[in-house]
């Protein structure tokens, strides 16, 4: 099972750049941020959902974030949480989808976290709680995924990888960069996986450069997972 993740930034960039990447990740479920959340937002995203021929699991308008799921992924349940709101702050949400493939249950959360290291931390730990709520309520193998605007070394990064395992850190593809999409320099953008996966491998995504670059400003990362039986 291949699950990924990838800032869209709003549907500002290359669209078409954008559904060929999405396309060539072959995600069998992707985490979105950024989201479209705005006017016709709801169209907006099934629409990009479906030229990537993918459709739309799991999110609301508000914090922008989303799941989408190919057609042999069946889903359970569906839910969306704004976090915790702080003032002068963007409203964050996580957007989180329980789903079946090839006879593995995930509950698998997008998460878009602040450029704030205090609500960083505090939406970090909102949300893990409300994924394990679902994952245990549905016996469900927890995944959570998304820009974390921070790098591994970080707080809510570290509490992250404590709960979960960090995928790139376990099977490393490629040097595991996200942002910039045109300079690469920082890896902000990551998979956390719960006990009874495997990760076969983790890392970037074999797109033209000149799709990547136009797409958006983040770099996309996709996991091979495959269920332990543990």
């Known amino acids: 099972m ?16 954008l559904v060929r990447v999405i396309t060539a990740m072959r995600a069998d479920v992707l985490c979105v941020q950024e989201a479209p959340r705005l006017l016709y937002w709801r169209a907006r995203r099934r629409s990009l959902a479906e030229a990537a021929g ?73 949300a893990m709680t409300l994924l394990e709520r679902a994952a245990a309520r549905f016996g469900a193998v927890p995944v959570i995924a998304g820009d974390i605007n921070e790098q591994s070394d970080a707080p809510a990064w570290r509490y992250l990888a404590g709960r979960l395992h960090d995928a790139y850190g376990h099977a490393p593809v490629g040097d595991g960069m996200t942002f910039t999409a045109r300079e690469p320099r920082k890896r902000i953008d ?38 332990t039986g543990s």
Do not use: M, Q, W
Not at 2 to 17: F, I, M
């Open 2 to 17: 291949r699950v990924g993740t990838y800032n869209v930034r709003g549907l500002k960039d290359s669209v078409p750049a």
């Open 54 to 126: 993918l459709r739309v699991a799991a999110g609301g308008r508000l914090g922008g974030v989303s799941v989408f799921v190919a057609p042999r992924v069946r889903v359970l349940h569906a839910e969306h949480h704004v976090l915790k709101i702080f003032l002068g702050l963007e409203i964050r949400g996580v957007a989180i989808a329980v789903v079946e493939c090839d006879g593995t249950r995930l509950a698998v959360a997008s998460l878009h976290l602040d450029l704030d290291a205090g609500a960083r931390a505090r939406h970090a730990a909102e």
């Open 190 to 227: 990551a998979l956390f996986t719960g006990p009874g996966l495997a990760v076969l491998g983790c890392g970037g995504v074999a797109a033209a450069r000149e799709d990547l670059v136009a797409a958006t400003d983040h770099l996309p990362v996709v996991a091979e997972l495959a269920a």
